[in-house]
């Protein structure tokens, strides 16, 4: 069974700050990662995505995240964040073979202040 | 463009009717998926395909039926609305490694 954990269920930092929102899994076998975001009231944006080679990869808007197969872990940067980036997080993760059902963390609020 | 439209965007039901919400896709994907999401909860799997015919169940399939007739539609089906199924509904398309698209969402209330 595939698991995804998004510890903290909010997060406030100031515009120009940096920024980590962590993702942790449990799955044994190969596994499809990804991140998207949510703007209130509206539906689910990939951000991006990790399946092999170089465990940083880089999406839009300057936002990165970071593969570690040691610690389990996705986690989501940003070196500089601006207020537009005020929105939910999801981390998710997909088995590579298999079955297809695509699981969601429970989001984290990012809230940028001016 | 990649695209996943849903409808109807609001839906208002009684208790105990049937509701079908819809879903087309035009990014020829195989895979297709419905959630709900819930304040507290994030997104839920509730039903998802691997292609035209095909329908399997994902976490919380208990009171919804899918239907999935071609590659471009699938449907989510309550036959027997209850309050508990107020929520905001998604449906998506993928393939093996691609990313996955959203439509905008159903948001439905069952009075």
């Known amino acids: 069974t595939q698991t995804v954990s998004q510890s903290d269920a909010h997060v406030t930092v100031f515009e120009g700050d940096s920024v980590e929102l962590r993702c942790n899994y449990s799955y044994g076998g190969s596994i499809y990662l990804s991140w998207y975001i949510q703007h209130h009231g509206h539906g689910l944006q990939f951000l991006l995505k990790y399946y092999s080679g170089n465990p940083v990869v880089q999406g839009v808007n300057g936002f990165e995240a970071e593969f570690s197969k040691s610690d389990s872990s996705f986690h989501l940067r940003k070196a500089s964040v601006h207020w537009s980036d005020s929105a939910v997080y999801f981390c998710a993760v997909r088995s590579s073979s298999g079955s297809w059902q695509l699981i969601f963390g429970s989001g984290t609020q990012l809230t940028v202040m001016p | ?111």
């Open chain 2, 1 to 111: 463009e990649a695209a996943v439209t849903q409808s109807p965007r609001n839906k208002v039901a009684v208790t105990g009717g049937k509701v079908t919400l819809s879903c087309n896709q035009t990014n020829n994907h195989n895979n297709m998926y419905w959630y709900r999401q819930d304040t507290g909860h994030g997104l839920r799997l509730i039903h998802y395909s691997y292609g035209a015919g095909s329908t399997e169940k994902g976490d919380i399939p208990d009171g919804y039926k899918a239907s999935r007739p071609s590659q471009e539609n699938f449907s989510l089906i309550l036959e027997l609305a209850t309050p508990s199924q107020t929520s905001v509904y998604f449906c998506a398309s993928g393939d093996k490694n691609t990313e996955v698209f959203f439509g905008k969402g159903t948001r439905l209330t069952v009075v």
